[in-house]
Every structure is written in C-alpha cells, then in structure tokens.
T-cell receptor, first 116, second 116 residues
Framework: AQKVTQAQTEISVVEKEDVTLDCVYETRDTTYYLFWYKQPPSGELVFLIRRNSFDEQNEISGRYSWNFQKSTSSFNFTITASQVVDSAVYFCALSEGSYNTDKLIFGTGTRLQVFP | SAVISQKPSRDICQRGTSLTIQCQVDSQVTMMFWYRQQPGQSLTLIATANQGSEATYESGFVIDKFPISRPNLTFSTLTVSNMSPEDSSIYLC?????????????FGPGTRLTVL
C-alpha cells in the first residue's frame, strides 16, 4: 500500500538556521513521483518540486534543496538560512503510475515556524 | 502553469443545506481532482473528475454526498450535499497540466467551508 510519513509534526527555528523536513514513503510501484508543497497561512498550496523515481539526483533551487534516496525511501527537504517567510505547513506527496495521472497521496504535513 | 480559480472562496452554511463549489482553469486540462482538507489535517482526495463521464470516487466518498460535474476541459463543480458540521473543511480543486512532458499538478486557492 502507498503511504507518506512526515514524522515531524512541528519544527521551530530561528531565522538563518538551516532546517530539514523529513519525508518517508512506501510504494510497490517502480515508477512514481514525489512532490513537496508549501501551504502558507493564507491557505493556498504552492508547488515546490516534483521528482520521478528514476532520477535520484539531488536538486538545489536557491535556498531549497532536496535529497532523494531510494535505498531508504526518503525524500527530504532542506531550507538553508531560513527566513520568517518560510513559515508554513509543508506537505510531501506521492503519485504512483508511469504518467503521473494518479492521485496524490499526502503526508500529514510539517508545520515550520521561523522566528526572527 | 495552469491558473485555477475557485468560487466561492469561503462560505458559512447551515446544517442540511447544500453548496456548489466551482473550479475554473485558464487552459484545457485532462484531469481534475477534488480534495478535502479538514481543519489541521492533510489533504484527502475526494474524487477524480473526468470530462464526459462519471467522476471516480475514493473510498469513503459517495456521489450522493459529493456530486461532481465536469462539462468541459476547463470547468468542474463539486457539491457538498446535506451538510453537517463535520463537512467544515477547505475544499481544493487540482488539475493535472499535461502540457509538454511536465505533468505538473497545481491547486486552486481553495474554498473554506464552515457548517453551523
């Protein structure tokens, strides 16, 4: 069965600290996609990244970086030099299927609070 | 990326009434999804809205309670019928933008529903 686990319910950091949000997934498919979304207090879901199961290369985008490790079924997200504007709930999600047409299975989310 | 709008953005409704939520996309998309996010919870897929055919519902969701229409490739509605306070949630429309090879999944701003 497919499942996404975000064990960290809430994380608090002080501005400029680095923070890593953990995501562990379960799937029997060999082809799948992993996502991270940000949900700020305003409520909208902001797409951050999509990674397919055949691409284990880590990715960096500005202060954001993602570490995908199939051996441990993890897709962790690191924010470097955190800022107050990073305060939000972050969701990791999984989609199974070769053409990314299937539903998104979300983790329970990690609430990140960045204090000035 | 697809731009998605939802109406209404929020509503307060009385128990036993019904509310229809509209989702409009600025481009033609193959797949549209409806998610529910209960207070403080993660997102759960209600159904996949297929153009020209019946929606496909997830376990725990039924057509009588959440009828869905998908009259064309840019529009869908979700009705929450015979509402109770347990239906108080954010309802989000999502689209699979299959243009090119990206197959990104984007979310609307959500409809915040409170049932008294």
């Amino acid at each position: 069965a497919q499942k996404v686990t975000q064990a960290q319910t809430e994380i608090s950091v002080v501005e400029k600290e680095d923070v890593t949000l953990d995501c562990v997934y379960e799937t029997r498919d060999t082809t799948y996609y992993l996502f991270w979304y940000k949900q700020p207090p305003s409520g909208e879901l902001v797409f951050l990244i999509r990674r397919n199961s055949f691409d284990e290369q880590n990715e960096i985008s500005g202060r954001y970086s993602w570490n995908f490790q199939k051996s441990t079924s993890s897709f962790n997200f690191t924010i470097t030099a955190s800022q107050v504007v990073d305060s939000a709930v972050y969701f990791c999600a999984l989609s199974e299927g070769s053409y990314n047409t299937d539903k998104l299975i979300f983790g329970t989310g990690t609430r990140l609070q960045v204090f000035p | 990326s697809a731009v998605i709008s939802q109406k209404p953005s929020r509503d307060i409704c009385q128990r036993g009434t019904s509310l229809t939520i509209q989702c409009q996309v600025d481009s033609q998309v193959t797949m549209m999804f409806w998610y529910r996010q209960q207070p403080g919870q993660s997102l759960t897929l209600i159904a996949t809205a297929n153009q020209g055919s019946e929606a496909t519902y997830e376990s725990g969701f039924v057509i009588d309670k959440f009828p869905i229409s998908r009259p064309n490739l840019t529009f869908s509605t979700l009705t929450v019928s015979n509402m109770s306070p347990e239906d108080s949630s954010i309802y989000l429309c999502s689209v699979l933008d299959s243009g090119g090879l990206n197959n990104e999944q984007f979310f609307g701003p959500g409809t915040r529903l409170t049932v008294l």
